[in-house]
């Protein structure tokens, strides 16, 4: 008997894998940037010679709190390894994605933060050595305006109506937010001081609700391109409020311009943990609606009904209105509805800071309208690019008194760069929803 051999099959041709041009981009991006955030990093902590800073982040010196001095030389290299780890995890194209890739890159973005402080605060030309201040207080002042307006642009946007007149709507909440608490000062004395801020908080709305319907008004009912609307509303709003600001006599401006502002109000046992406490939990009314809206918005879009509706005509507002839902209409809602937050974020400036002043919203409304781009029109996200965009502002005014080291000029762009950065899509693929600035005409 013949032992048969069996011999083993040729195994299959392996096709080598073919990646995707998209995730090529990608690993690009984050090598070169990594590459560069590593080399200022280094270069940060080579060019201190004395690596001893100090900072305030209890709250503003006085004689019971000192400024606190330590080296700065860990938060440096910590920063350096971070950054150096990223870059290798980028250049074997391991970099995680999802949350874990975002908590990665926010790690690397504390680190450079910080490297960046300790070249910036280290070695004092003059006599006079400045210390570290808490950002979260002025991060949280300036970034509840952007909130409320990325919140009206995510609103707007979902149901298919591009908000270029955020800004418009800013300037005239701010005016009106003043004019209606200076006249509950002036005119209803047995009304508790508390309340008449509130009652700027309802002339706020009111102006922003303002603006929105006529937004909704020309783009909606006469189809007029959204974009033009939006920069005209603008223009009207700085038009308007200048006009009425300067029918105001002198002798009126305690009755007309002379806004009550809005008390901090803590809350027990959290305003008392130790440095962020008293920044996030011991703020004022305004604030706490932002922290509110947020999940608020969030839950309306993507947990009622409602939200389905007005996603579905900011997708497809034909298939919508097969199915019985009103395009219109419901962009009507979503605009008014953003027009409600708009007019809170421009309120803020007046009831948080005094007195209405021309342009006193300088740009903002364009910030929101870009962190709602950041955003992927996604209420959170939106706000988180909003809470970004804030802290960059706060960087540059905390940063004004180290001229020397830090050009004042380039601290004043920070926010624009961003803003620049995040429209030319380097946060990654972002798509509008389909028919966001496409008005819609019911056919016969």
Known sequence: MTDVIETPAAAAPVEPQVRDRADVRRQIKLVVVLGLVLLAEVWFKLEIDDPTVAHLFKGPRTKDNPPVEFDGTVISWVAVALTAVALLLALVNRFPRGWVGVLVAVAVGLGFYGAFLMWAYADPSGAFAPAMTN????????????????????????????????????????????????????????????????????????????????????????????????????????????????????DRNDQFNNPGLLEPVEIPVLHEIPYIGEALFGQTLLVYLAYVSVPAVWFLLFQTRWGLRVRSVGEHPKAADTVGIDPNRTRWQAVLLGGVFAGLGGASFTLSTGAFDKEMTAGLGFISLAAVIMGRWHPVYAAMAALMFGFLRNLRDQLSILDEKVPGDLLAALPYLATIIAVAGFVGRVRAPAADGQPYQKSD
């Open 135 to 250: 950002p979260i207080p002025g991060t949280i002042r300036i970034a509840t305006a952007l909130v409320f307006g990325a919140l009206a642009g995510v609103l707007c946007e979902r149901a298919g109506v591009v908000n270029i007149a955020i800004e418009g709507q800013f300037i005239a909440g701010a005016f009106f937010g003043s004019v209606f608490s200076s006249f509950a000062i002036a005119s209803i004395a047995a009304i508790p001081l508390f309340w008449c801020p509130v009652f700027g908080l309802l002339g706020g709305v009111l102006a922003g609700m303002g603006v929105a319907a006529m937004l909704a008004f020309f783009s909606l009912r006469y189809h007029v391109d959204q974009v033009v609307v939006g920069v005209v509303l603008v223009a009207f709003g700085y038009g308007i409020t200048s006009f009425l600001l300067g029918q105001i006599p002198d």
